[in-house]
């Protein structure tokens, strides 16, 4: 299982640095994860980056997308487990919501980030991390 975050999966379309990586990585798992979260972030750096045609195209190929994940939904538990790695790793909160769902999915998740911060507050929880 791999958890995808917000950042790494909007390397999948938009083009930049480890972008390839990202792709292949995420073609080669069978069970995608990520959550509501991410649908808000990625969607926000599409129109931060993209406009016009292009914007609405790589929107539109998103949602598709979308559908082949596992979505991890946000509740209280989810945000309860947030806070606690918040501050036990001082991590943004951002981050720590992206890695209680991780969580929540599955202990044995991955984490596929490119944020070097994410990626450390993962292991020190536990978590197995690719791409940073």
């Known amino acids: 299982m791999l958890y995808v975050e917000s950042s790494a999966l ?3 379309y938009v083009a930049e640095r480890d972008s390839d990586v990202a792709v292949r990585l995420m073609n080669a798992e ?3 994860l990520t959550s509501r979260l991410a649908e808000i972030e ?3 750096n599409l129109a931060r980056l993209l406009g ?3 914007l609405t195209s790589k929107r539109q190929e998103f ?3 979308l559908q082949a994940f596992e979505i991890v939904e946000l509740d209280g538990a989810t945000f309860d487990d947030a806070a606690h790695i918040a501050e036990e790793t001082l991590c943004r909160s951002l981050d720590a919501i992206h890695l209680a769902a991780a969580r929540r999915a599955s202990p044995a998740a991955t984490m596929l980030t490119f944020d070097r911060r994410q990626a450390q507050a993962a292991r020190t929880i536990g978590m197995a991390v690719l791409g940073a």
Do not use: P, W
């Open 30 to 32: 069978q069970v995608l």
């Open 42 to 44: 990625v969607r926000r």
């Open 63 to 65: 949602q598709v997308d």
């Open 10 to 12: 909007a390397k999948r």
């Open 52 to 54: 016009g045609a292009d």
